[in-house]
């Protein structure tokens, strides 16, 4: 079955760096957008970025743009979320998700890594 | 950007009610709408996609309407495991959006 597994969260200071990953399995990895999505503790759900399956085509939200950057490795299965110059407001866990039946329809989500940005 | 509105924004219903949740679109999108279930702790479900498709496995209670740029969800008898927060998203082309969500409480 499909299995999404996010890893690198932490805390971190304003203005640091930090890099997220996503082992996919259960499914071919290279023939499949993948997706961030985030949700802060206690709000909503927010999209953050997605990649074509090989990787030439990305597009992100304006509240990462310049910021982050999402890329992956289809030889090793594997989704990445580069995220630099992080603010307060980019607290939240960080989903990796794949397209299901369309582009953007998500039928299977990571558990997430918790990002906290704080000083 | 397309955004999405829900409403109500929280509602509070008893077992076995019809309970309806709408989502506005600031452009046309189609039938490009997904409904996704949270419950606390737990990631999205995903419930309905193409604005009325039932994903396989969620019970018929469950069911959506619309085009365009109104949309609505409905769950037609309302059962203690629905307790759950809903979001609806629009997912024609980047940006996805999703809606702030309905927080829908059993009585």
């Known amino acids: 079955q499909v299995q999404l597994v996010e890893s690198g969260g932490g805390v971190v200071q304003p203005g640091r760096s930090l890099r997220l990953s996503c082992a996919a399995s259960?499914?071919?990895?290279?023939?499949?957008?993948m997706h961030w999505v985030r949700q802060a503790p206690g709000k909503g759900l927010e999209w953050v970025a997605v990649?074509?399956?090989?990787?030439?085509?990305?597009y992100y939200a304006d509240s990462v743009k310049g910021r982050f950057t999402i890329s992956r490795d289809n030889s090793k299965n594997t989704l990445f979320l580069e995220m630099n110059s992080l603010r307060a407001e980019d607290t939240a866990v960080y989903h990796c998700?794949?397209?299901?039946?369309?582009?953007?329809?998500?039928?299977?989500w990571g558990q997430g890594t918790l990002v906290t940005v704080s000083s | 950007d397309i955004q999405m509105t829900q409403s109500p924004s929280s509602l509070s219903a008893s077992v076995g009610d019809r309970v309806t949740i709408t989502c506005r679109a600031s452009?046309?999108?189609?039938?490009?709408l997904a409904w996704y279930q949270q419950k606390p702790g737990k990631v999205p479900r995903l419930l309905i996609y193409?604005?009325?498709i039932l994903q396989s496995g969620v019970p018929s209670r469950f069911s959506g309407s619309g085009s365009g740029t109104d949309f609505t969800f409905t769950i037609s008898r309302l059962q203690p495991e629905d307790a759950a927060t809903y979001y609806c998203?629009?997912?024609?082309?980047?940006?996805?959006?999703f809606g702030q969500g309905t927080r829908l409480e059993i009585k």
């Open positions: 998700t794949k397209d299901g039946y369309s582009y953007g329809v998500f039928d299977n």
């Open positions: 259960g499914f071919t990895f290279s023939n499949s957008v």
């Open positions: 990649i074509s399956y090989d990787g030439t085509n990305k």
């Open positions: 452009q046309g999108i189609s039938n490009y």
């Open positions: 193409a604005a009325f």
């Open positions: 998203q629009k997912y024609n082309s980047a940006p996805i959006t």
